[in-house]
């Protein structure tokens, strides 16, 4: 991650130049890349092993075997589609790093997230997450391998 992290920097210098020549446009990353950005960070950060692309329910699994669903996002909300073993939210930041919001089992953010939109996801806020993350013991975490990125 410690390469990525002036990729991520660059992106979004590239992002701020484009609307700057395009006012009232936003070119903020989302979707695929912001997930593959957070699963990368997670990887690196958590060391895990990232399961295929797309893999059901879960993106990763730590070195115990537990498998974790990772979450990523720029604004003030995630959605999820089902409940995951383990889940790790994170919030990007445009330097490159990120802030751990949630890293815990998931059935308790699975219960506390609304009803499902027309995609079938279910929203979940930061803030939900937060208080959440605040009650998950430490030995249910995943522990912090290499913590530069974080932030």
Known sequence: MEHAIPLIVRLYEIVDELERLYPGRHFTPDGHMVGSIGEAWAQWVFDLDL??????????????????????????AVALSSEPDYLIVLKLARSGHAE??????????????????KTGQRPLSLSKLRALDARVPV?????VVRCRGAA
Request: aromatic share 6%; no cysteine.
């Open 51 to 76: 399961l295929p692309a797309s893999a059901p329910t879960h993106d990763a699994r730590a070195k115990d075997g537990r498998l974790v669903q990772v979450k990523a996002t720029q604004g003030k």
């Open 100 to 117: 751990v919001v949630y890293n815990g089992p998931g059935a308790e953010p699975w219960l506390a997230a609304g009803k499902p939109a």
């Open 139 to 143: 030995g249910q975490r995943f522990p």
